[in-house]
């Protein structure tokens, strides 16, 4: 009785801190994973707060490892009530003007700056108005994705080292500490252009770009591409795409289905009529 009594107090506790909340508390355990474990203020009983190891500093050596006993602040980044931990970040509070500059921002901002660096996971983005990161080039961030709705063959197809840049704010990254940025999301989706200007049962013409064993990618426009299922590549059956098509064919198709959620384009070779090549 004793401990589901316990269990509840601690479930009221810790649904009454909040995400951004600065908590205090003192550590009791650092685990050999450099977990550590805290008992928080108002709540003697047991540990509730966990800051784990990538949350406890940004410097990857930090010159004052957590000792039991310390007294620590940290910040609130999620709460789970089901495991009964609250998870803390020490990192947050080394760099307040960052987290100052970031927690106010939100999704669909319009946010400006400079490209900072151009690594091969994504651009770092140094934003106007926004602080140095401690880690990082650029306190913003544009992942691969989100850089073009077209396929590019290299980042810097796309931009470049000291290019300035207008992105939409998508989240705040409080792993990373940082603005998580998409550049295509200021452009037009050139695929939604194409689906209002084309029907089901339309014909269209494209070069086949890519065989895969299922069927053949066809390029209906700039950018856009649609797949030929296996059994909608001939008239008759065929085991493989080579036995119809090639790369670098020109070829008609007929939409068969778009897809504007998922950006896909259905189309068939076998549905086209029989004057046409």
Known sequence: MGAELDDQAAREFLASIRVGDLCRGTAIEVTGSRRVAVTLDGFPARPLGMVGPLDLSWRPYPASPVQ??????????????????????MASVEHPELWAFLKPLRPGEILSGTVAAIERFGVFVALDQGPDHPVFPGVGFISIPELSWRRFEAISDVVRVGERVSCEFLYFDTWNGEARLSLRATQPDPFQT??????????????????????????????????VHLEELAATPVEAPEEAVQVGDGVSVVVIEVDRQRRRLSLSRRQVSPDRP
């Open 194 to 227: 194409l689906a209002d200007s084309i029907s089901v049962g339309q014909t269209l013409h494209g070069q086949v770009t890519k065989l895969v064993p299922f069927g053949a990618f066809v390029q209906v426009a700039d950018g856009i591409e649609g797949l």
């Open 68 to 89: 039991v006993g310390q007294r620590i602040t940290a910040e609130v980044t999620s709460v789970d009530l089901d495991q009964g931990i609250a998870w803390l970040s």
